[in-house]
């Protein structure tokens, strides 16, 4: 079981890295946005801060709630899912295998905005490297689980880009990507605090940059992924419509 | 005597309060090419989907090499193998490529390259499968269903949308699979390929089936229809008979006789084409 779900997972990056559009939105999105803004707020420390544990959790979110659905739906309505059940691969080797796959591309993103906010954006090494782990953990499988949920909602490939895009655009606006959540006006604040991305990333602010405890969003994050994990669960579909 | 490959025993299959499938039987021996034959929305594809293990059936048995498919066993997975119908795949893998990580799913998997010959992709081994044509993708199909050297192959309507040629091609990949003593299951609407494939087929309409057996005995116990030209009127002319010893030898002395050629004469036995145009017409022949 392990090693057919190593496999697929080796199969899934070689997969990941020869579809170049797949590659940009999953990848050069968030990076683009740290280049663009870090150059808009150069000089201005207080706004870098926010900034890069902010495009941290954009990363996050990229790498799970955005690709997962194009990849679930494609493969659905395609039906490669289908053909794959057909096989012998049991499904949890094939999900966790998927699962991984996404891991891996927060992984990668996370360091890469770490190592970015280093070397250009005067955010020094995080100083929590433990809440650092937790809090990014926690975000991937959050929004891998709500990315699946999602999956199952949307009803053909065509509208993923819709669906996902209605979804994750006014999350980033409102979660303090690019400029201190706390700034916003307080409705979109108390929207912001029932979604699970503005404590996502003020762990990871807390960790990276100010030193902050933020532990208690992580009951938020928690029950959104419980319920990412119900829908994702019941309303799997191994096959278009 | 080995217990028969696939078995089916009053299944019922409904969809809200639409019955796809109105309790049929039927038996698939080992080694057998069996075919469910009949027009689209018969009852073909949710019946081999229910072997296949993609649907759940409302009521009745089946049975495929001893599994339920409805459990999905994977010792069941295991032998056997499906060309689903419009199955798509992996965009980004050479053909070689995606057969080897296909093969290493399976326990006892067939050489690669054997699998590449019987499917007729040597040659594109290196090709990415988005740059291959419809009918490529269709053998491609094969052989990812034959990777794993399945006992069962279920082939959901293999040849739709194929040219002549590559109809040709696929008849030859079926037949191999038959000569590798593999049992095969086929839904198809075209009689022809019924006819050349098949050991057995089964003709389903409106959820049930309506006959099974030998493609040529389909037609056995029918009547010979013997047609020609009337030498006054000049009308074609036919008779049904049990015999047509009697009617040539009356028409053939007439000709004769006359000093006239006997113009369009044919004698029929109907086709698996007529049985099935019979069996699954709305009309009622007078």
Redesign the interface.
Known sequence: MIE?AW?QYR?ER??FW??PSAAFFNFVLPLLFLALFGAVFAGDQENLDVLVPGIAGMSIVSATFVALPYTLVF?RE???L??L??????AGAYLGALALHAVTNAAIQLAIVIVAGRAFFGVGWPDDWLALAVFAAAGVACFALLGAALANAIPNFESTAAYVNAAFLPLIAISGVFYDADDAPAFLRDIAEALPLVHVIDGLSGAMVTGESAWSGLVVVALWTAAGGVLAVRGFR??AR | MHAPAILVRDLHKSYGSVEAVRGIDFDVARGEVFGLLGPNGAGKTTTVEILEGYRERTAGIVSVLGHDPGQRPRALRERVGIVPQGGGIYRHLAVRELLEHWARLYPRPRDVDEVIDLAGLRGKERERTRRLSGGQLRRLDFALALVGDPEVVFLDEPTTGFDPAARRTAWQTVRSLADLGKTVLLTTHYLDEAQALCDRVAIMKDGRIVTVGAPAELGVGALYRVAWRDAETGAVQSRETEDPTGLLHQLTSAALARGEPLRDLSVTRPSLEDVYLDLTEEAVRD
């Open positions: 057919v496999r199969l070689r997969m020869r579809n493969l395609e039906g490669v289908k053909r059940r057909g096989t012998p691969m049991p191994w096959e």
